[in-house]
């Protein structure tokens, strides 16, 4: 059981019967009354959103939740299937599962899967990844106001903003939090 005061961001707990990651806590102390803490809830199931308040003192479930490292080995036409590097056994995560993170895998990398009672419902990607810029617009010579970006389609199918002086064929590190461009890679 998980208490009020260990309530932290990304923190996950058993609520009403289903599986929820906190977003976002808020320890409140008013001047009067009980003090308690606001949070904002995600359920990784369905990806329903919701905000709660619970009481100082009160008490959630601590689920059976794991992460295991493993591989992305190739695309399949339901989702991913990923290696155990330690054990060899394969499984399968469904798209919905992987949701937005999906557009930034790509064959051989290492991920966490996230594993509920034994059974993949997501997965945790590294802060950055290199992937090779398939499509991209040339730059114009003279057309550098400041911070001048352009679209350009990776070869994960991913498509993200680039500085100017970036061409197609050239390898990128992209950052997975909030998929931006970070820098090229040499």
Same mark, same amino acid.
């Given at each position: 059981? @998980?208490?009020?005061? &260990?309530?932290?961001?990304?923190?996950?707990?058993? %609520?009403?019967?289903?599986?929820?990651?906190?977003?976002?806590?808020?320890?409140?102390? +008013?001047?009067?009354?009980?003090?308690?803490?606001?949070?904002?809830?995600?359920?990784?199931?369905?990806?329903?959103?919701?905000?709660?308040?619970?009481? $100082?003192?009160?008490?959630?479930?601590r689920?059976?939740?794991?992460?295991?490292?493993?591989?992305? =080995? @190739?695309?399949?036409?339901?989702?991913?299937?990923?290696?155990?590097?330690?054990? %060899? &056994?394969?499984?399968?995560?469904?798209a919905?599962?992987?949701?937005?993170?999906?557009?930034?895998?790509?064959?051989?990398?290492?991920?966490?899967?996230? =594993? @509920?009672?034994?059974? +993949?419902?997501?997965?945790?990607?590294?802060?950055?990844? &290199?992937?090779k810029?398939?499509?991209?617009? +040339?730059?114009?010579?003279?057309?550098?106001?400041?911070?001048?970006?352009? +679209?350009?389609?990776?070869?994960?199918?991913?498509?993200?903003?680039?500085?100017?002086?970036?061409? *197609?064929? *050239?390898?990128?590190?992209?950052?997975?939090?909030?998929?931006? %461009?970070? $820098?090229?890679?040499?």
């Open positions: 059981m @998980y208490q009020t005061n &260990e309530f932290r961001k990304g923190l996950k707990i058993i %609520y009403d019967d289903g599986l929820w990651e906190i977003v976002d806590c808020q320890h409140v102390k +008013p001047g009067k009354g009980v003090a308690f803490v606001k949070t904002r809830m995600k359920n990784l199931i369905s990806g329903q959103t919701i905000h709660t308040n619970f009481r $100082s003192g009160d008490k959630v479930g689920p059976d939740v794991s992460e295991v490292t493993m591989q992305a =080995l @190739y695309q399949d036409g339901d989702g991913w299937c990923f290696m155990d590097n330690k054990t %060899y &056994e394969q499984l399968t995560v469904a919905a599962e992987l949701g937005d993170r999906a557009q930034f895998l790509k064959e051989n990398i290492e991920v966490g899967v996230v =594993l @509920y009672n034994g059974r +993949p419902i997501g997965i945790e990607l590294p802060n950055f990844v &290199e992937l810029i398939t499509e991209c617009e +040339p730059g114009v010579r003279g057309d550098t106001a400041q911070g001048a970006t352009k +679209p350009a389609t990776l070869e994960s199918g991913a498509v993200v903003n680039v500085p100017l002086f970036v061409e *197609e064929g *050239e390898v990128i590190r992209v950052d997975t939090r909030n998929g931006e %461009y970070s $820098s090229r890679v040499k």
